[in-house]
């Protein structure tokens, strides 16, 4: 069973920094993609950095240039590097792991990054 913890979000003011953390378990399968969405009030949950086989990585315009997806293998945990964070940033972000074969997701709790002075 898959599980997927994420940590490190919290109250930054404009300009700040945060580093989001998913411990992840229970992947079994080999073909999948790992990614970091996000879900501010009234929108839908949208992707906004993931991290393909081979480490290529693929962001959302709007974050591009100052966030960082990352992931070590070796401890089983990605990483979400926000840097010169925005008020529009603010979200619930989601770690997600996506099985390519039957396309199933799968989502950590959700952990709340609030960008406010």
């Known amino acids: 069973q898959v599980q997927l913890v994420e940590s490190g979000g919290g109250l930054v003011q404009p300009g700040g920094s945060l580093r989001l953390s998913c411990a992840y378990s229970g992947i079994t399968f080999s073909r999948y993609t790992m990614g970091w969405y996000r879900q501010a009030p009234g929108k839908q949950r949208e992707p906004v950095a993931l991290?393909?086989?081979?480490?290529?990585?693929h962001y959302d315009g709007s974050v591009k240039g100052r966030y960082t997806i990352s992931r070590d293998t070796d401890k089983n945990m990605m990483y979400l590097q926000m840097n010169g964070l925005k008020p529009e940033d603010t979200a619930v972000y989601y770690c997600?792991?996506?099985?390519?074969?039957?396309?199933?997701?799968?989502w950590g709790q959700g952990t709340q990054v609030t960008v406010s002075s």
């Open positions: 997600n792991v996506h099985q390519f074969i039957g396309g199933s997701h799968y």
């Open positions: 991290i393909f086989d081979g480490g290529m990585t």
